[in-house]
């Protein structure tokens, strides 16, 4: 076993603190990584908190991962010793089933390995994330980070940058296509870059007015202020695609009358609440409302490559581990631009 150092909540209500535990040995698959940076993801506070219920106590929370490879087993051939993995938002699957098959293992059908909050495929072991000094995780759920990069900026694509790109490329979304992207924080952000880099016009949609000097720098063609009726009025069918990454509650049938006919509305945020959504919404000009989760292995190693050709990264705030429980209240406040990152050599 390889002791580790972390931080940990205790239960629902107590601030993240030291926390030590051990990690399995490294197999023969497995590689093991010194952490460098984890991004703290938005659903990290909200399963610490156990708000969307059934969360595993003493939890160390943390799936944006990158670090230096310092041990790996015998029979690994993607990594050597000195290299840059990277870690997500699971670390194992089944391996066998058709979304497996199909290097869409987000959506395994019979048990996807949470990076934490999770039980390893035993069923028993509870798993522990990225708030920590080092993970062991197989090299078949390790992505490879290119080293010649900010490292720091390069955690958060392994859920915000991804939990954007996937759908973004599975409606094919690009040129000629009007975009609009609900909410400017995490992943918000990564929406605006990748969106205007695949060609689409991309406008922000905020109840915010000062958030528009941003939304144009991080690369927004328009910005659509939501409280404004005449704004709203103004772009009524109008989009090909509203990808929506807000986690709190709001009106989803005021976002869907903003859709031309054939229209989709994509949800990557998830609020603790469900939303209502009149039946109208849709059927009026046949419009759609889907969601989708994060990305396969295939999918996040494309996207990483996808973002060093076009030298796209988070926008990131670095902070030591003992400021994390601020972190968090500094994010129900939306008081970060755009990603709080964990430098792990304060840890």
């Known amino acids: 076993m390889i002791q580790t150092r972390g931080y940990a909540a205790q239960d629902a209500v107590t601030p993240l603190g030291p926390f030590n535990f051990a990690r399995r040995a490294v197999g023969a698959h497995d590689v093991l990584i010194d952490i460098l940076y984890c991004g703290v993801c938005h659903s990290d506070l909200h399963q610490a908190r156990n708000e969307w219920g059934g969360s595993i106590y003493p939890m160390v929370p943390g ?48 048990h996807n390995v949470g990076t934490y909050n999770s039980y390893e495929r035993d069923g028993k072991t509870p798993t522990y994330g990225g708030y920590s000094s080092q993970i062991v995780v197989d090299e078949k759920y390790t992505l490879k980070v290119a080293p010649d990069q900010d490292l720091s900026r390069i955690a958060p694509l392994l859920c915000a940058g991804i939990t954007t790109y996937s759908p973004l490329r599975k409606w094919q979304v690009g040129q000629g296509h009007k975009l609009g992207v609900v ?13 205007a880099s695949m060609g689409a016009e991309v406008t922000v949609l905020s109840t915010s007015p000062n958030k528009e000097a941003d939304a144009r720098a991080l690369g927004a063609h328009k910005f659509i202020v939501t409280r404004d009726e005449a704004q709203l009025k103004e772009h009524r069918n109008y989009f090909d695609f509203i990808l929506d990454t807000v986690s709190a509650p709001h009106n989803l049938d005021m976002y869907l009358s903003l859709l031309r006919r054939d229209g989709t509305m994509i949800l990557v945020g998830a609020p603790p609440e469900p939303a209502p959504v009149s039946g109208f919404s849709l059927i009026s000009r046949r419009k759609r409302l889907v969601g989708s989760m994060i990305g396969g292995i295939p999918e996040t190693q494309e996207m990483l490559d996808y973002c060093a050709q076009h030298s796209i990264l988070s926008d990131v705030e670095v902070i030591p581990i003992n400021q994390i429980n601020e972190a968090y209240e500094r994010m129900l406040r939306s008081d970060v631009k755009y990603r709080f990152v964990i430098d792990m050599a304060s840890l």
């Open 63 to 110: 799936h944006e991962i990158v670090g230096r490879i310092s041990q790996v087993g015998d029979q690994v051939t993607k990594f050597k010793v000195g290299d840059i993995g990277g870690v997500g938002c699971f670390v194992d699957s089944c391996r066998t089933c058709h979304s497996c098959q199909e290097g869409l293992e987000q959506y395994c059908e019979v």
């Open 183 to 195: 909410g400017l924080g995490g992943l918000g952000h990564m929406g605006v870059k990748l969106g």
